[in-house]
């Protein structure tokens, strides 16, 4: 509640946003949607589907290098069943998006079949990506498009102002994004899109963000955090405190205090500063120095 009741701006920025994309998507055979695979269902907006209808869809998840591997592929089933044509992309690594352009062909499929029984050959499929903020857009078009890639310019019958980026002889590309703001279906999504950085950290409880994190990673990847900060596996286990005001946050606590002491974030008077331990955590998980972390599960009845 926290995290929704600062998005007051939201309904003005997504009504023009929603409005020009749903004026660009006219113009596309193809929506290539950007999540982040940390998060896979918190960071895909819904409004797409209504947006997308008729058109073929590709679900990346971008920034795999940084998620639970074996994680990431129970997702991309997962999204299969619901007929996308899903992989796991890393932007920053050009050779690994070739994947990519197979993809889109075969999304396309259809279309090129369609295309064909008309008499008409080698239309290029276009394009669009779109995702929420910081998922990752910018970084893949340029990586995906490459130096190979020219400005298409102008053309006739296109709506002014848009370019396209030739991606080979097959492939037209927006070079603008769809940008979605995410959508807070309740407070777990708030809280694990600003877990991941996807939320200014002003407008949050770094504290009581940094004890949820905790809490997720010693429940679902101990090792990742007892090695990082050489913790002591049977201290860590022993905090569990069934009197304390809230029990289930007692180890989450006591590994805080530990990251504090052992990194020197001590205040005044010997006080432990809550507030910089808890940004140490949050940055080493946003950076990938506590290891391959998927936030969000699929399977029945687990934290998803
Ligand atoms: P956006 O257009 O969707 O808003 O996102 P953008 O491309 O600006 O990417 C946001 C951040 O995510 C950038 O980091 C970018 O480098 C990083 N990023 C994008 N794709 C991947 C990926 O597949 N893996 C990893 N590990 N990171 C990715 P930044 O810190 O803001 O900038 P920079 O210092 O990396 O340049």
Request: net charge positive.
């Amino acid at each position: 509640e926290e995290v929704s009741m600062h998005f007051q701006w939201y309904p003005g920025h997504m009504t023009k946003a929603k409005r020009a994309m749903q004026e660009d998507i006219k113009l596309i055979d193809v929506i290539i949607e950007l999540v982040d695979a940390r998060i896979p269902r918190s960071s895909k907006n819904p409004d797409i589907d209504s947006l997308a209808q008729g058109k073929s869809r590709i679900l990346l998840l971008n920034k795999s290098d940084m998620a639970d591997a074996a994680k990431t592929q129970a997702w991309i089933s997962y999204y299969e069943k619901q007929g996308f044509l899903a992989l796991a992309v890393n932007s920053k690594k050009k050779n690994e998006l070739k994947q990519v352009n197979a993809l889109v062909q075969k999304a396309c499929e259809k279309k090129i079949e369609r295309d064909r029984k008309r008499g008409i050959k080698n239309r290029p499929v276009r394009a669009m990506i779109v995702g929420i903020p910081n998922v990752g857009k910018s970084t893949f078009i340029n990586a995906f498009a490459g130096k190979a890639s020219a400005k298409t310019g102008n053309k006739p019958g296109v709506t002014k102002g848009k370019q396209w980026i030739k991606l080979g002889k097959n492939v037209e590309m927006l070079d603008t994004p769809g940008i979605l703001w995410p959508k807070f279906d309740n407070q777990d999504v708030g809280m694990r899109l600003a877990m991941i950085g996807s939320i200014n950290d002003n407008i949050l409880n770094i504290e009581e963000l940094a004890i949820d994190t905790i809490n997720y990673i010693y429940k679902c990847y101990p090792d990742n955090i007892i090695e990082r900060y050489e913790l002591d596996r049977e201290s860590v286990a022993a905090s569990y405190d069934e009197g304390a005001i809230n029990p289930d946050n007692s180890v989450a606590l006591y590994i805080m205090e530990q990251i504090a002491i052992k990194r020197g974030c001590i205040k005044k008077g010997n006080a432990i500063d809550y507030e910089k331990a808890s940004n140490i955590l949050l940055d080493d998980f946003r950076s990938g120095r506590l290891g391959r972390i998927t936030l969000e599960r699929n399977e029945d009845n687990a934290n998803s």
